[in-house]
T-cell receptor, first 111, second 115 residues
Framework: KQEVTQIPAALSVPEGENLVLNCSFTDSAIYNLQWFRQDPGKGLTSLLLIQSSQREQTSGRLNASLDKSSGRSTLYIAASQPGDSATYLCAVTSGSEKLVFGKGTKLTVNP | EAQVTQNPRYLITVTGKKLTVTCSQNMNHEYMSWYRQDPGLGLRQIYYSMNVEVTDKGDVPEGYKVSRKEKRNFPLILESPSPNQTSLYFC??????????????FGQGTRLTVV
């Protein structure tokens, strides 16, 4: 059974800092991995999707990497801003018709 | 604007009173799904649908029903709600199955309280 873990559960950083969020999964046979952002009272917004054949994806200040063999992904946020404060979730697809989510990392960027 | 719309956003109801949470998408997506989000448990899939008239159970289907009569709509039905169904519910859609490497779009969520 696929399990996804995100560490840390919460992270507080000063504005301008570069930071890394971690995601690990137990079954390396995945089709893809997605990173989402969830704001309080709002839905999830897809940030990046990495296919199993890819090593990384970039969008603006965000860079996500995937090491399928070790079951790890990282989300790198450059020059963090208060508007980046949110909960970040990673989810994998592996052999079933569903996304398996981690419990998320709650990020607070302090001005 | 491409979006997934859920209604209502907030709902308080009593045990046993049937309710429906609607979900509609305007992107002509084939794949739709319902999740519930609970503290400490994260997001778990309730039901999914790969196309019109094709639905299947997810991880936590007990106490829920769904239907997919039209491509754009995927309502979630609670025939006899109970307090353990108090949760935050999300509808999601994508162009195809998740393993087709298609981006997932989520609705704004429905916060349901059953008393």
């Amino acid at each position: 059974k696929q399990e996804v873990t995100q560490i840390p559960a919460a992270l507080s950083v000063p504005e301008g800092e570069n930071l890394v969020l971690n995601c690990s999964f137990t079954d390396s046979a995945i089709y893809n991995l997605q990173w989402f952002r969830q704001d309080p009272g709002k839905g999830l917004t897809s940030l990046l999707l990495i296919q199993s054949s890819q090593r990384e994806q970039t969008s603006g200040r965000l860079n996500a990497s995937l090491d399928k063999s070790s079951g790890r992904s990282t989300l790198y946020i450059a020059a963090s801003q208060p508007g980046d404060s949110a909960t970040y979730l990673c989810a994998v697809t592996s052999g079933s018709e569903k996304l398996v989510f981690g419990k998320g990392t709650k990020l607070t960027v302090n001005p | 604007e491409a979006q997934v719309t859920q209604n209502p956003r907030y709902l308080i109801t009593v045990t046993g009173k049937k309710l429906t949470v609607t979900c509609s998408q305007n992107m002509n997506h084939e794949y739709m799904s319902w999740y519930r989000q609970d503290p400490g448990l994260g997001l778990r899939q309730i039901y999914y649908s790969m196309n019109v008239e094709v639905t299947d159970k997810g991880d936590v289907p007990e106490g829920y029903k769904v239907s997919r009569k039209e491509k754009r709509n995927f309502p979630l039905i609670l025939e006899s709600p109970s307090p353990n169904q108090t949760s935050l519910y999300f509808c999601a859609s994508s162009l195809g199955s998740w393993y087709m490497n298609t981006e997932a779009f989520f609705g704004q969520g429905t916060r349901l309280t059953v008393v």
